[in-house]
């Protein structure tokens, strides 16, 4: 069993930055991989950005050049730092994580994230 707890949604004008946390009950080097992902109203939730537990990172096209990924082993938290936003980013971010490869996904509550025009 995996909790996972996110926050640092706000709202914020187009052009601005936010980091979003996300705190997991075990070591996050332990997890096969830790994703941000996004829902926008009416659409499907989509992949933003992962981490793998050897440090590898992977984004949306749609983000890349804007958001980071990173994590603090010692605090057991995974970060995602979003520069230039667009509302085109506003929606819930949730936080994600698999213990294994093919392993079951466990989820966060998700943090909301607005993008002001």
């Known amino acids: 069993q995996v909790q996972l707890v996110e926050s640092g949604g706000d709202l914020v004008p187009a052009g601005g930055s936010l980091r979003l946390s996300c705190v997991v009950s075990r070591s996050t080097v332990s997890l096969y991989a830790v994703g941000w992902y996004r829902q926008a109203p009416g659409k499907g939730r989509e992949l933003v950005a992962r981490?793998?537990?050897?440090?590898?990172?992977n984004y949306a096209d749609s983000v890349k050049g804007r958001f980071t990924i990173s994590r603090d082993n010692a605090k057991n938290t995974v970060y995602l730092q979003t520069n230039s936003l667009k509302p085109e980013d506003t929606a819930v971010y949730y936080c994600s994580a698999q213990a294994t490869p093919s392993g079951y996904n466990y989820w966060g509550r998700g943090t909301q994230v607005t993008v002001s025009s």
């Open positions: 981490i793998t537990s050897g440090g590898s990172t």
